[in-house]
């Protein structure tokens, strides 16, 4: 099967908001990051691994990029993810893990990816401790996803996720931790 590339255009705007700004909303993102410390969580037991949120500039609003699990792939099946994976024991750091894996799964070269900065490590219910990092995709290349691993590649508008309508968030609390859930 081949991944098909999805493009969300419907997002709150759509209804007589204004549209996001996307040099604004990164440097928001950029400033926040930098004005906090990262949460890391020592856990032994959990496999190391990393994430990208990379944002896009789809005609000057911002875009997030999310890619739909294959079925055929060992953890989080059909599951809809940022781009990365588990730490391989000759990447350097959890950042160069994130980059490679995007490499991997999209064919997103590393020129491509800029950082903004480093999130909150977070537990999954899999034992992986992933630790994300925003970045822009910029210049935004032809999408070579690996078939293997992805269904489908998927641009949202950030908006999206910030309307209440279309999210909930639940506290969970593992390991003796409380963690926010996100369900969109």
């Known amino acids: 099967m081949k991944a098909g590339i999805f493009y969300c255009h419907k997002s709150p705007r ?3 908001k204004e549209q996001m700004d996307f040099k604004e909303s990164i440097e928001q993102i950029q400033r926040r990051l930098a004005e906090s410390t990262p949460r890391k969580l020592q ?3 959990f496999t190391p691994a990393a994430v990208l ?3 896009l500039n789809r005609q000057g609003e911002p ?3 999310l890619t739909m699990r294959t079925d055929t792939v060992e953890h989080h099946k059909g599951q809809i993810s940022f781009p990365g994976g588990a730490r391989e024991p000759q990447d350097r750091s959890l950042l160069e893990t994130a980059i490679r894996e995007t490499e991997e799964e999209l064919g997103i070269p590393g020129y491509c990816i800029h950082i903004l900065g480093e999130a909150d490590d977070f537990p999954t219910i899999t034992n992986f401790m992933v630790t994300p990092f925003a970045c822009v995709v910029d210049p935004i290349p032809e999408y070579r996803p690996n078939q293997a691993e ?3 590649v998927l641009e949202v508008p950030l908006d999206i996720f910030l309307t209440d309508r279309h999210f909930e968030i639940q506290k969970r609390t593992y390991n003796g931790q409380t963690f926010p859930v996100f369900f969109y």
């Open 43 to 45: 856990w032994p037991e």
């Open 53 to 55: 949120i990379p944002f």
């Open 14 to 16: 759509d209804s007589g």
């Open 150 to 152: 992805v269904a489908k």
């Open 63 to 65: 875009h997030v990029l």
